[in-house]
């Protein structure tokens, strides 16, 4: 059982930055890769970013050049660095790990999400 609790949201203005946690606990040891998602009102909830144990990460085309995602050596805190802010990256953030005991036994878990809404 893995618990992930995101924090860092808030308003900013486009052009602003914002940092995002999310905290994990409980059978940690076990987390392969993390991510953070997110979902804008009326559309599906899409990648953002990802970052491997190894410290391999992706980024969604959108987001590139402007967030940085990483996480602690212990991989217990994940973290979202988001500048220059525009608003259509205003979203619901949803921090996402990958729980993987063997070859053929993995979890999915998320956080509660956090709101980032970014004005013009």
């Known amino acids: 059982q893995v618990h992930l609790v995101e924090s860092g949201g808030g308003l900013v203005q486009a052009g602003g930055s914002l940092r995002l946690s999310c905290a994990a606990s409980?059978?940690?040891?076990?987390?392969?890769?993390m991510g953070w998602y997110r979902q804008a009102p009326g559309k599906e909830r899409e990648l953002v970013a990802t970052?491997?144990?190894?410290?391999?990460?992706e980024y969604a085309d959108s987001v590139k050049g402007r967030f940085t995602i990483s996480r602690d050596s212990a991989s217990t805190t994940l973290y979202l660095q988001m500048n220059s802010l525009k608003p259509e990256d205003t979203a619901v953030y949803y921090c996402?790990?990958?729980?993987?005991?063997?070859?053929?036994?993995?979890?999915?878990?998320w956080g509660q999400g956090t709101q980032v809404t970014v004005s013009s």
């Open positions: 409980g059978d940690t040891v076990f987390i392969s890769a």
């Open positions: 996402h790990a990958d729980w993987r005991r063997s070859y053929s036994y993995r979890l999915d878990y």
């Open positions: 970052i491997t144990s190894g410290g391999s990460t």
